[in-house]
């Protein structure tokens, strides 16, 4: 859900592919579409998006992801 709320702050389309599957893109805006990815953990996903911010929503979704969204928090350093 936290990749479907982020994805939908943004106005333009973002599909998502499961290629450790081979599976087809859905929409990455759709709690229905992201769960028939069947994406569990380690599997590569392909984030697409099309429209004015596109750029913005493909960062965007790459750090939610690269930071295990939000699930695992780095511990702080001393």
């Not at 973002?14 to 599957?21: A, E, G, P, W």
């Not at 913005?56 to 350093?77: H, I, Y």
């Amino acid at each position: 859900m936290r990749f479907i709320d982020v994805a939908s702050k943004f106005q333009s389309s973002v599909t998502v592919t499961n290629i450790s599957r081979s599976s087809e893109s859905v929409d990455g805006k759709s709690a229905m579409h992201m769960m028939l990815l069947e994406a569990t953990m380690g599997s590569v996903l392909r984030v697409h998006a099309r429209g004015v911010d596109a750029r913005e929503a493909v960062d965007a979704l790459a750090s939610l992801v690269e930071q295990s969204f939000g699930l695992n928090p780095t511990p702080p350093t001393d």
